[in-house]
């Protein structure tokens, strides 16, 4: 039996992984867990918050908004490419980059940020998709589906995967696969001295520092 299976809310060991792949996947578990049950109710939601109270939840601003830009092309390839709904690409996405067990092809990439990029890529390739749109309309077409529809949702008239939803996705994804920790912040404050975060958070080196021109929407770590 996998270990975890029978615990509620607990998702599977990747086993069958390589030594250097043996990075557990249930660092984003509650991550995990609210996909599958957005995934029941047939809607997309924003993961749950992947950091305790007691820790910093920065992450590195540049890696942050490339995260979720990938993010939202890949979106955008499951509906033009499969004919998936945004709701249904959405939900595919989130299995397919934060899986229960490693596909049998990415055992031998190390886990860790090049990895998730590797999901990424394999999702967002035409070639992964057989769908109706992708038998029906030329290259240069769905080519003009595919920048459409990124711009729909660069411009928030998506609603069902909204600027928040996959800001938060990428920061969940961060926190998961960044195991050299080079693109989020580690700090966890005691317990008994919450403070501690308090004070931290105006040292990070991780913090969102905002552009002080006013209407200027640009942000760095």
Do not use: W
Request: net charge negative; with cysteine.
């Amino acid at each position: 039996d996998t270990p975890g299976a029978d615990t509620p809310g607990a998702p599977a060991v990747e086993a069958a992984a390589p030594a250097e792949n043996t990075h557990s996947e249930t660092q984003a578990s509650s991550e995990a867990v609210s996909h599958k049950a957005a995934a029941a109710e047939g809607v997309a939601t924003a993961p749950e918050p992947a950091v305790a109270p007691t820790q910093c939840p920065n992450v590195d601003v540049r890696t942050h908004e490339e995260i979720a830009t990938r993010l939202v092309r890949c979106v955008a390839a499951g509906k033009v490419y499969r004919s998936l709904s945004v709701e249904d690409s959405v939900q595919a996405l989130h299995k397919a980059v934060l899986p229960t067990s490693a596909p049998r092809d990415e055992r031998s990439i190390p886990f860790g940020m090049k990895l998730l990029h590797a999901r990424m890529d394999k999702f967002q390739s035409k070639k992964t998709f057989g769908g109706i749109l992708a038998n029906t309309f030329s290259h240069d077409q769905l080519a003009l589906k595919l920048e459409a529809l990124v711009r729909d949702m660069e411009e928030e008239a998506v609603p069902e995967f909204a600027r928040a939803t996959r800001l938060a996705l990428a920061a969940t994804l961060i926190r998961h696969y960044d195991v050299e920790r080079a693109a989020h912040c580690s700090f966890n404050s005691p317990p008994s001295a919450p403070e501690e975060l308090e004070r931290h958070a105006h040292e990070c080196i991780y913090r969102p520092v905002h552009c002080p021109n006013k209407g200027c929407p640009a942000a760095m770590s």
